[in-house]
């Protein structure tokens, strides 16, 4: 038996293989008369090829004879060494030459299935099949896919390079601006101090001037008493009385009055308004970040702690739908019940009954919409298969973007609070501004003699005033030096190549919902007025290839919101193919020039250069 | 939104605030009937023992039947409280009592009304069960002896059935007397005759807001059952509990239900409960060392519920055995119908299940694809959905044969439709998966939607093929489409309507590769009393829905099954998944466990649970790997399907609200260790298959207790979280998160070895394994031959020529025997005997292969070309010298070789390399 799988009377008794079949086999004879080397990929050659009659498998296992090669029986189970060329091994592997096309590695379990997996066909020499020889058509057709994508990674890779660039300069100016910042930050906090410490002594000589005046005064009264005891005639005239008491009122209504009424009020209201917005903002990036979390947490924690009961809700209202069945219509029972296994809310189901058949089949209709108009969930990846199905799949993307067609894709540069802050910072940051302050404040400082009372009010007013505006001043850019520092800490890449799409938010169209992807913040989808959050931002993954935005809202019956973004080397940033492949975890693709990476170019171009290589002679006038 | 906050937020007050949802369970207790709920019941169980006072008079054998009436002994007795006197006027009139047997042991007991004194309505008897080759085997009696009292009539060479007239008590013993099994022992038979409604009484019956009108009043049935010399009994599917059945009633049992039978659509089910879920079946088996295995059987479609009454349940009865042998009562009852019973006297528990699936047909011959793995999700959303899944089992090298579509695929879930934008070239799709050697297969469920547009509503509406409602309009119920409703699959002729829907020309869209699961079909009604249907519905020939309730989802398999054999003019046989089942559903389909949960218990009772559908004749079962609801642990995930690999039916399937789970999802390690998992499954295929034809042939289940296959080792009597799958090879899930050790017990005298390893374990010992999570403990049991296809493809359809190998595992007497059964797959010419059936007996040191097939004309023969390229030989000691092929006198080497391809070290065990022999030829192998 094993002698008859020798190669020649193998080849013999095999006549009705294509003649373009019998050429590899020769070929391979070619390359080393004695054995039979079917399904040998190229870089394995040598390893068969020895003057020894005796291989062993790759793993080491075993020592085997040339003549147990590909005799159909598996003799290196852990790797199939000895069975390339048959499916005796299920470790095996196939290769076929495809030529014409690029070359293919196949589990051997391919082999003689009954299944044309190589373009050449030499996976199916068994005769129960035939399989045509396809590779000049398809592999004309991936060339010029890959052609195409060459073309758009060439182009990818220079914006990169720019991109990169821009990136650099942007970071650098932020950094630059951060240390400027602080800088400021700590020169002003100094200003601040000594007219803080300036402001106290003023109030403790306007106390004292207080306490002297009172004291005066009670010196007055009392010499008035005495006075006055002296004199009681002179009782009818006590105005100066009431007007020292009321002296005290007014001098504190001044006090009040130096920053509101003598300060600019646009100006204060600016500051204060300025503040306010920080506030708000470091809220909004630290705090509610946190707080939201927290209050997520809660929540989750709420919806966990009643999960087990789950069916709950709508089994709660189960209950109280079956406890009084007769108050619920049998559609509304029929609803409710069927709400369990649907996990749609039935309590909006109740509560909108009539309208929720509607609705019902609106969603239906939107998801087939959006469903026959998106690309399904895996095919996106760029991973290198050998397959050409994913290739294609690659390709058919790009394709479909090129089209740019429907559905509506954009972007825009949000406009943060950080953005307006700088450009208010950036309008004060000529190198005088803050040499003016110090001058200001030095004047301030030294016209300003608290040693003499009583108190200049003009004066004291001037340094409150100051005190006040610096003080907003210096908050001001303390927020902005936390907004920097904040963004600056984010992984940007290796290059800081993301850099500029920071502060960037991509949107796409999708019917009646608008996604809305912001990097290193957050992903919406919007609806109308409502807007549910898809994710914060959590981080790249797959060494950048993916964005990963997590902990979005909570999904009724389901895990929290959640989208992963595919890059892929494309011309322009745009966001495509929002998909929800498990219920409530999203995905989307992210062109951009940010990941045409040179080496993957290169790799393209050499494949092309194969394949071109690989195409057989005097097939181009076929 | 907003609006939906505080609402969101009111059910949580409502469920924090409410008492009596501290449940953590969202099993809706209270959305379903308990006994004391359900007046039938509550009033049986609150009967006394010997309070039935029938007696047997006029016995005589007539048409070949032993017959006899059954009336009230004392009549003029109304000594007793006023109830009984109302009962005594109720049950005044006699009611008749046959028995009839039939060879191979079997007796048939029905008890109904006296047609002659013409009751309000004829009681309904299930039609369309019992096979029609059985009725043929009715053994006429001619004769009956009367000794003592006791109307005794043979039943079999060594068992007798005997009617006691009074007390009215039905034996079945050996002719050595001991008792095998009885009915009425305890005096608890009750038969609630139909009547005429009195003046001002009321037979309604209201549940959580429905109204059953009951407009033929009480007509339960029930009676006490036992069984004789049994350890534990088995079977009345389908619970999530134990496969030993635990006791319902007596000392000790607190507050538990009767094991229920009523299909019902049971919202995230719990183990170990007796409620009732998707299917029915009123078979119980009792086994014990001694006596060995009985089998009772009530073919009656009604609600039922069975109670297992533990010792000294009966205290105050002063019943005590002449015998002294040890038995198990139960106690049966059902809302209606008639007593239509059968008793099998075994002995052996292959003999029960032979003796039951003669009378309600054994297993169908599934095609060879069905037996592989499926993948199933609701669901898959569309076209390219499906290509991907498919190319990436593809990449990732693991096979599958089947790609479901679940209900999402039509068009707003009128069956039969294409949701086009999702689908629409659903022809392509099928094809492209047909290329490979795959099918799709797709859903459709009963109820249909009540839409002028839709030609199946607008059809049956106009021919009247609906179930009508107590008012005799087409009912109309909530389910998947919204307002449906549901065909009537009592009528035959509704049932062939049904069948052609599934031609190629009606089924737009479906092609030879597609095929068809019903689910929802117990029926699931929503908005319906128990999420069902009214019991009070009508069915064709005014039957009543209480009647025939549990029969419903077997009618619309049958109808669904009739339908795909037509469609190809009887030669692709169907496959058709049901939820539902009763007894005769294997004749048409497989069924499964319904929508568990991803939680390890639930894994642990799917054993149970598939077992038990084994021994009342359903082969062809399994639960949904992973769990439907939930998300499953990567570990659960893996462990579901180490263990799914051996459910006669291997599917996995995920509910639309749970993360992607297919199986490359999960880390390189967990893709890798599935992936091998499922190899296990195509690689004893030709194994899985030969035990199917067994299953179709005897009943025998693929998968058994381990107790079928060593019945005389009581230790394995209670076992069911190991299970053997056919007679070679034992099982052992594993049912712990991160179990580093697991015990098991290995029944019989002789060895076992270890699958993976070929390490031999002593038999009759527990033993302590250590478990790493590659694989779940699997042996072969010595003396065994077991047929395997070890090529890994894509799909079975690329094995059907590859070489086989044989495991043979010796005994202590350096013997094994094995079969092998093989034939084209798919169509019905095994029925024309074209097969290969083998048996393999190695003995004195050599292997032949045996013909068990008859000889086929040559037109039927099936041919094929498959060789044997591997024999291993586990127990052997090295052979060097090879081994010499008879007749062609061709010698083989023999080597050591692993036991199974896989990457990693495997042991090397002695191997006869490329025998080069055909399975279709006779030859023998000596090891030299």
């Given at each position: 038996?094993?002698?008859?799988?020798?190669?020649?009377?193998?080849?013999?008794?095999?006549?009705?293989?294509?003649?373009?079949?019998l050429?590899?086999?020769?070929?391979?004879?070619a390359?080393?008369?004695?054995i039979?080397?079917?399904?040998?990929?190229?870089?394995?050659?040598?390893y068969?090829?020895?003057?020894?009659?005796?291989?062993?498998?790759?793993d080491?296992?075993?020592?085997?004879?040339?003549?147990?090669?590909?005799?159909?029986?598996?003799?290196?189970?852990?790797?199939g060494?000895?069975?390339?060329?048959?499916?005796a091994?299920?470790?095996?592997?196939f290769?076929?030459?495809?030529?014409?096309?690029?070359?293919?590695?196949?589990?051997?379990?391919r082999?003689?299935?009954?299944?044309?997996?190589?373009?050449?066909?030499?996976?199916?020499?068994?005769?129960?099949?035939?399989?045509?020889?396809?590779?000049?058509?398809?592999?004309?057709?991936?060339r010029?896919?890959?052609?195409?994508k060459?073309?758009?990674?060439?182009?990818?890779v220079?914006?990169?390079?720019?991109?990169?660039?821009q990136?650099?300069?942007?970071?650098?100016?932020?950094?630059?601006?951060?240390t400027?910042?602080?800088?400021?930050?700590k020169?002003?906090?100094?200003?601040?101090q000594?007219?803080?410490?300036?402001?106290e002594?003023?109030?403790?000589?306007?106390?004292?001037?207080?306490?002297?005046k009172?004291?005066?005064?009670?010196?007055?009264?009392?010499?008035?008493?005495?006075?006055?005891d002296?004199?009681?005639k002179?009782s009818?005239n006590?105005?100066?009385?009431?007007?020292?008491t009321?002296?005290?009122?007014?001098?504190?209504?001044?006090?009040?009055?130096?920053?509101l009424?003598e300060?600019?009020p646009?100006?204060?209201?600016?500051?204060?308004?300025g503040?306010?917005?920080?506030?708000?903002?470091?809220?909004?990036?630290?705090e509610e970040?946190?707080?939201?979390?927290?209050?997520?947490?809660t929540?989750t924690?709420?919806?966990?702690?009643?999960a087990?009961?789950?069916?709950?809700?709508?089994?709660?209202?189960?209950?109280?739908?079956?406890?009084?069945t007769?108050?619920?219509?049998?559609?509304?029972?029929?609803?409710?019940?069927?709400?369990?296994?649907t996990?749609?809310?039935?309590?909006q189901?109740?509560?909108?009954?009539?309208?929720?058949?509607?609705?019902?089949?609106?969603?239906?209709?939107?998801k087939?919409?959006?469903?026959?108009?998106?690309?399904s969930?895996e095919?996106?990846?760029?991973?290198?298969?050998?397959?050409?199905?994913?290739?294609?799949?690659?390709?058919?993307?790009?394709d479909?973007?090129?089209d740019?067609?429907?559905?509506?894709s954009?972007?825009?540069?949000?406009?943060?609070?950080?953005?307006?802050?700088?450009?208010?910072?950036?309008?004060?940051?000529?190198?005088s501004?803050l040499e003016?302050?110090?001058?200001?404040?030095?004047?301030?400082?030294?016209?300003?003699?608290?040693?003499?009372?009583?108190?200049?009010?003009?004066?004291?007013?001037?340094?409150?005033?100051?005190y006040?505006?610096?003080?907003?001043?210096?908050?001001?850019?303390?927020?902005?030096?936390?907004?920097?520092?904040?963004?600056?800490?984010?992984?940007f890449?290796?290059?800081?190549?993301?850099?500029s799409?920071y502060?960037q938010?991509?949107?796409?169209?999708?019917?009646?919902?608008?996604?809305?992807?912001?990097?290193?913040?957050?992903?919406?989808?919007?609806?109308?007025?409502?807007?549910?959050?898809?994710?914060?931002?959590?981080?790249?993954?797959?060494?950048?290839?993916?964005?990963?935005?997590?902990?979005?809202?909570?999904?009724?019956?389901g895990p929290?919101?959640?989208?992963?973004?595919?890059l892929?080397?494309?011309?322009?940033?745009?966001?495509?193919?929002?998909?929800?492949?498990?219920?409530?975890?999203?995905?989307?693709?992210?062109?951009?020039?940010?990941?045409?990476?040179?080496?993957?170019?290169?790799?393209?171009?050499d494949?092309?250069?194969?394949?071109?290589?690989?195409?057989?002679?005097?097939?181009?006038?076929? | 939104?907003?609006?939906?906050?505080?609402?969101?937020?009111y059910?949580?007050?409502?469920?924090?605030?409410?008492?009596?949802?501290?449940?953590?369970?969202?099993?809706?207790?209270d959305?379903f009937?308990?006994?004391?709920?359900?007046?039938?019941?509550?009033?049986?169980?609150?009967?006394?023992?010997?309070?039935c006072?029938?007696i047997?008079t006029?016995?005589?054998?007539?048409d070949?039947?032993?017959?006899?009436f059954l009336?009230p002994?004392?009549?003029?007795?109304?000594?007793?409280?006023?109830?009984?006197?109302?009962?005594?006027?109720?049950?005044?009139?006699?009611?008749?009592?046959?028995?009839?047997?039939?060879?191979?042991?079997?007796?048939?007991?029905?008890?109904?009304?006296?047609?002659?004194?013409?009751?309000?309505?004829k009681?309904?008897?299930?039609?369309?069960?019992?096979?029609?080759g059985?009725?043929?085997?009715?053994?006429?009696?001619?004769s009956?002896?009367?000794?003592?009292?006791?109307?005794?009539?043979?039943?079999n060479?060594?068992?007798?059935?005997?009617?006691?007239?009074?007390?009215?008590?039905?034996?079945?013993?050996g002719?050595?007397?001991?008792?095998?099994?009885s009915l009425?022992?305890?005096?608890?038979?009750?038969f609630e005759?139909?009547?005429?409604?009195?003046?001002?009484?009321?037979?309604?019956?209201?549940?959580?807001?429905?109204?059953?009108?009951?407009?033929?009043?009480?007509?339960?049935?029930?009676?006490?059952?036992?069984?004789?010399?049994?350890?534990?009994?088995y079977?009345?599917?389908?619970?999530?509990?134990?496969?030993?059945?635990?006791?319902?009633?007596?000392?000790?049992?607190d507050?538990?239900?009767?094991?229920?039978?009523?299909?019902?659509?049971?919202?995230?089910?719990?183990?170990e409960?007796?409620?009732?879920?998707y299917?029915?079946?009123?078979?119980?088996?009792?086994h014990?060392?001694?006596?060995?295995?009985?089998?009772?059987?009530?073919?009656?479609?009604?609600?039922?519920?069975?109670?297992?009454l533990?010792?000294?349940?009966?205290?105050?009865s002063?019943?005590?055995?002449?015998?002294?042998?040890?038995?198990?009562?139960?106690?049966?009852?059902?809302?209606?119908?008639?007593?239509?019973?059968f008793?099998?006297?075994g002995?052996?528990?292959?003999?029960?299940?032979?003796?039951?699936?003669?009378?309600?047909?054994?297993s169908?011959?599934?095609?060879?694809?069905?037996?592989a793995?499926?993948?199933?999700?609701?669901?898959?959303?569309?076209?390219e959905?499906?290509?991907?899944?498919?190319?990436?089992?593809?990449?990732?090298?693991?096979?599958y044969?089947?790609?479901?579509l679940?209900?999402?695929?039509t068009?707003?879930?009128?069956?039969?439709?294409?949701?086009?934008?999702?689908?629409?070239?659903?022809?392509?799709?099928?094809?492209?998966?047909?290329?490979k050697?795959?099918?799709?297969?797709?859903?459709?469920?009963?109820?249909?939607?009540?839409?002028?547009s839709?030609?199946?509503?607008?059809?049956?509406?106009?021919?009247?093929y609906?179930?009508?409602?107590?008012?005799?309009?087409?009912?109309?119920?909530w389910?998947?489409?919204?307002s449906?409703?549901?065909?009537?699959?009592?009528?035959?002729?509704?049932?062939?309507?049904?069948g052609?829907k599934?031609?190629?020309?009606?089924?737009?869209?479906?092609?030879?590769?597609?095929?068809?699961?019903?689910?929802?079909?117990?029926?699931?009604?929503?908005?319906?009393?128990?999420?069902?249907?009214?019991?009070?519905?009508?069915?064709?020939?005014?039957?009543?829905?209480?009647?025939?309730?549990?029969?419903?989802?077997?009618?619309f398999h049958?109808?669904?099954a009739?339908?795909?054999?037509?469609?190809?003019?009887?030669?692709?046989?169907?496959?058709?998944?049901?939820?539902?089942f009763?007894p005769?559903?294997?004749?048409?389909?497989?069924v499964?466990?319904?929508?568990?949960?991803?939680?390890?218990?639930?894994l642990r009772?799917s054993?149970?649970?598939?077992?038990?559908?084994?021994?009342?004749?359903?082969?062809?079962?399994?639960?949904?790997?992973?769990?439907?609801?939930?998300?499953?642990?990567?570990?659960l995930?893996?462990?579901?399907?180490?263990?799914?690999?051996?459910?006669?039916?291997?599917?996995?399937?995920?509910?639309?609200?749970?993360?992607?789970?297919?199986?490359?999802?999960f880390?390189?390690?967990?893709?890798e260790?599935?992936?091998?998992?499922?190899?296990?499954?195509?690689?004893?295929?030709?194994?899985f298959?030969?035990l199917?034809?067994?299953a179709?042939?005897?009943?025998?289940p693929?998968?058994?207790?381990l107790?079928?296959?060593?019945?005389?080792?009581?230790?394995?009597?209670?076992?069911?979280?190991?299970?053997?799958?056919?007679?070679?090879?034992?099982?052992?899930?594993?049912?712990?998160?991160?179990?580093?050790q697991?015990?098991?017990?290995?029944?019989?005298?002789?060895s076992?070895?270890d699958?993976?390893t070929?390490?031999?374990?002593?038999?009759?010992?527990?033993?302590?394994?250590?478990?790493?999570?590659?694989?779940?403990?699997?042996?072969?049991?010595?003396?065994?031959?077991?047929?395997?296809?070890?090529?890994?493809?894509?799909?079975?359809?690329?094995m059907e020529?590859?070489?086989?190998?044989l495991?043979?595992?010796?005994?202590?007497s350096?013997?094994?025997?094995?079969?092998?059964?093989?034939?084209?797959?798919?169509?019905?010419a095994?029925?024309?005997?074209?097969?290969?059936?083998?048996?393999?007996?190695?003995?004195?040191?050599k292997l032949?292969s045996?013909?068990?097939?008859?000889?086929a004309?040559g037109?039927?023969q099936?041919?094929?070309?498959?060789?044997v390229?591997?024999?291993?030989l586990?127990?052997?000691?090295?052979?060097h010298?090879?081994?010499?092929v008879?007749?062609?006198?061709?010698?083989?080497d023999?080597?050591?070789?692993?036991?199974?391809?896989?990457p990693?070290?495997?042991?090397a065990?002695?191997?006869?390399?490329?025998?080069?022999?055909?399975?279709?030829d006779?030859?023998?192998?000596?090891?030299?």
């Open positions: 038996m094993q002698k008859k799988m020798k190669n020649s009377c193998f080849i013999s008794s095999f006549f009705f293989l294509s003649v373009f079949y050429l590899i086999l020769i070929d391979r004879s390359a080393s008369s004695s039979n080397l079917l399904g040998v990929s190229p870089q394995d050659l040598s068969y090829s020895g003057s020894s009659s005796v291989i062993k498998c790759k080491g296992s075993k020592k085997i004879n040339k003549s147990q090669l590909n005799d159909d029986f598996c003799d290196c189970p852990a790797d060494t000895d069975e390339p060329g048959t499916s091994c299920p470790n095996g592997k290769y076929c030459k495809n030529a014409g096309h690029i070359p293919v590695t196949l589990y051997s379990s082999v003689n299935d009954g299944i044309c997996d190589c373009c050449d066909g030499s996976d199916e020499y068994d005769g129960k099949v035939m399989c045509p020889n396809t590779c000049w058509e398809a592999g004309k057709m991936a010029d896919r890959l052609k195409k060459i073309t758009t990674y060439s182009e990818g220079t914006l990169r390079r720019k991109e990169i660039e990136s650099k300069l942007a970071a650098e100016k932020d950094a630059a601006e951060l400027k910042l602080k800088n400021e930050e020169i002003l906090k100094g200003l601040v000594q007219l803080q410490d300036r402001k002594q003023i109030e403790k000589a306007e106390e004292k001037e207080r306490l002297q009172e004291n005066e005064r009670l010196q007055k009264e009392k010499e008035e008493k005495e006075k006055k002296l004199e009681d002179e009818d006590n105005a100066p009385d009431t007007g020292n009321g002296g005290v009122t007014t001098e504190s209504t001044d006090d009040d009055h130096i920053g009424v300060d600019s646009p100006l204060e209201d600016v500051t204060v308004h503040k306010s917005v920080d506030e708000h903002q470091h809220s909004d990036d630290n970040a946190r707080s939201s979390s927290e209050g997520e947490h929540a924690e709420e919806a966990s702690a009643v087990p009961e789950a069916g709950i809700d709508t089994a709660s209202k189960g209950d109280d739908a079956s406890d009084n007769e108050s619920l219509s049998k559609e509304e029972l029929g609803r409710i019940v069927g709400s369990r296994w996990g749609k809310k039935s309590d189901e109740s509560a909108e009954a009539d309208s929720a058949a509607d609705d019902e089949d609106h969603e239906e209709q939107t087939n919409i959006e469903d026959e108009e998106y690309n969930y095919s996106e990846t760029e991973d290198e298969h050998s397959t050409y199905d994913d290739e294609e799949a690659d390709d058919h993307v790009e479909l973007e090129e740019a067609s429907e559905p509506t954009s972007s825009y540069k949000y406009e943060t609070d950080d953005d307006s802050e700088l450009t208010d910072i950036s309008s004060r940051s000529n190198p501004w003016k302050i110090q001058n200001t404040v030095r004047n301030i400082l030294q016209a300003v003699n608290l040693f003499q009372t009583p108190v200049d009010k003009s004066e004291a007013a001037r340094v409150r005033k100051e006040d505006e610096l003080n907003a001043k210096l908050s001001k850019i303390q927020s902005r030096i936390s907004s920097l520092t904040q963004k600056v800490k984010h992984d890449g290796s290059e800081k190549e993301f850099y799409l502060g938010c991509l949107e796409m169209k999708e019917n009646k919902y608008v996604y809305k992807v912001c990097p290193f913040k957050q992903a919406t989808q919007e609806e109308g007025h409502g807007s549910t959050r898809l994710g914060s931002w959590d981080k790249f993954e797959d060494s950048y290839r993916i964005m990963r935005f997590s902990n979005g809202d909570k999904c009724w019956n929290d919101r959640s989208l992963t973004v595919r892929r080397c494309g011309l322009k940033n745009e966001i495509t193919d929002v998909d929800e492949p498990s219920r409530c975890e999203y995905e989307a693709l992210l062109s951009t020039p940010v990941v045409c990476l040179e080496e993957k170019l290169k790799e393209l171009q494949k092309l250069a194969l394949m071109n290589k690989e195409q057989p002679q005097g097939h181009d006038e076929l | 939104m907003k609006y939906t906050h505080n609402l969101y937020l059910l949580l007050v409502i469920l924090l605030v409410a008492p009596h949802l501290t449940t953590v369970f969202s099993w809706k207790k959305e009937r308990n006994c004391n709920q359900t007046p039938f019941c509550k009033r049986a169980r609150s009967r006394k023992p010997m309070s006072n029938l047997a006029h016995v005589e054998v007539s070949g039947d032993l017959k006899a009336v002994k004392n009549q003029e007795n109304q000594e007793e409280d006023q109830e009984n006197q109302e009962k005594g006027e109720i049950h005044s009139k006699a009611l008749i009592l046959s028995l009839s047997v039939y060879s191979d042991g079997i007796l048939r007991l029905k008890i109904d009304e006296d047609p002659s004194l013409d009751p309000p309505k009681r309904f008897e299930v039609p369309d069960v019992i096979e029609s059985f009725l043929e085997k009715k053994l006429w009696l001619e009956v002896e009367n000794k003592g009292g006791l109307n005794v009539v043979y039943l060479g060594e068992y007798e059935a005997v009617l006691r007239s009074d007390p009215f008590e039905v034996l079945v013993r002719k050595d007397g001991k008792s095998v099994m009425n022992s305890h005096g608890l038979f009750d005759q139909l009547r005429v409604k009195k003046e001002g009484e009321d037979w309604e019956e209201r549940w959580k807001g429905h109204t059953d009108r009951r407009p033929y009043g009480p007509q339960s049935i029930s009676f006490d059952v036992s069984f004789y010399d049994v350890s534990f009994v079977g009345i599917p389908e619970h999530a509990t134990s496969l030993a059945l635990k006791p319902t009633r007596g000392p000790g049992v507050d538990s239900e009767p094991y229920r039978l009523f299909n019902l659509d049971v919202f995230e089910y719990l183990h409960s007796p409620f009732g879920l299917g029915s079946i009123p078979f119980m088996l009792g014990g060392k001694s006596r060995g295995t009985s089998g009772f059987f009530w073919l009656n479609a009604a609600e039922m519920q069975i109670d297992v533990k010792d000294g349940w009966d205290a105050e002063s019943i005590t055995l002449p015998s002294g042998q040890s038995r198990i009562d139960t106690f049966w009852m059902s809302e209606a119908g008639v007593v239509d019973a008793f099998f006297v002995p052996g528990p292959k003999d029960v299940i032979r003796q039951y699936t003669s009378v309600t047909g054994t169908a011959l599934p095609q060879l694809f069905a037996t793995y499926h993948q199933c999700r609701w669901n898959y959303r569309d076209e959905d499906v290509q991907n899944v498919d190319s990436k089992f593809d990449e990732h090298d693991i096979p044969d089947v790609l479901w679940d209900i999402e695929h068009d707003g879930k009128k069956y039969f439709t294409w949701d086009r934008a999702l689908f629409p070239n659903p022809e392509d799709m099928q094809k492209k998966l047909a290329a050697g795959r099918k799709m297969v797709t859903i459709v469920d009963p109820h249909i939607k009540r839409d002028n839709y030609h199946i509503h607008k059809e049956a509406t106009e021919k009247g609906y179930v009508k409602d107590a008012n005799g309009n087409d009912y109309d119920g389910c998947w489409p919204g449906s409703s549901y065909i009537d699959m009592v009528n035959p002729e509704i049932r062939s309507w049904w052609e599934f031609s190629y020309q009606e089924y737009v869209g479906s092609t030879p590769s597609l095929y068809i699961w019903n689910d929802m079909n117990e029926p699931s009604v929503f908005n319906g009393p128990e999420i069902s249907m009214p019991r009070d519905a009508l069915h064709y020939g005014n039957v009543e829905h209480r009647e025939l309730h549990n029969a419903y989802g077997y009618y049958m109808a669904t009739g339908g795909l054999v037509k469609r190809e003019s009887g030669n692709d046989r169907p496959f058709v998944l049901s939820r539902a009763f005769g559903t294997q004749k048409y389909g497989a499964w466990t319904g929508d568990n949960t991803a939680e390890w218990e639930q009772v054993v149970p649970m598939v077992l038990t559908l084994g021994l009342t004749g359903l082969a062809f079962s399994g639960a949904d790997v992973g769990g439907f609801f939930g998300n499953p642990e990567p570990e995930l893996l462990r579901w399907y180490q263990v799914g690999a051996y459910y006669p039916f291997f599917r996995g399937h995920a509910h639309h609200d749970t993360k992607r789970r297919e199986p490359w999802l880390g390189e390690r967990k893709t260790l599935i992936r091998e998992a499922i190899h296990i499954r195509y690689m004893l295929l030709p194994y298959y030969t199917f034809r067994e179709n042939v005897s009943g025998t693929v998968v058994r207790p107790w079928m296959e060593f019945p005389s080792d009581e230790g394995t009597f209670g076992t069911d979280e190991a299970f053997m799958v056919g007679n070679s090879i034992l099982v052992q899930g594993i049912y712990t998160e991160g179990a580093k697991v015990s098991v017990y290995l029944p019989g005298e002789q076992w070895y699958m993976r070929g390490t031999a374990y002593t038999g009759g010992v527990t033993h302590k394994l250590d478990v790493s999570e590659e694989a779940i403990p699997a042996f072969q049991r010595a003396g065994t031959i077991i047929p395997r296809k070890d090529r890994f493809r894509r799909s079975s359809k690329q020529n590859d070489p086989y190998t495991v043979i595992a010796l005994n202590s350096r013997e094994a025997e094995g079969e092998l059964y093989v034939d084209d797959g798919k169509s019905f095994f029925q024309q005997g074209s097969y290969i059936h083998r048996r393999f007996v190695f003995s004195n040191g032949t045996i013909n068990l097939a008859p000889a004309t037109k039927s099936f041919v094929t070309d498959c060789t390229e591997r024999i291993i586990l127990g052997h000691s090295p052979a010298k090879g081994a010499l008879e007749p062609s006198n061709q010698k083989a023999v080597e050591d070789g692993p036991l199974m391809l896989r990693g070290r495997t042991p065990v002695p191997t006869i390399r490329k025998p080069g022999v055909r399975i279709t006779d030859w023998t192998i000596r090891i030299l």
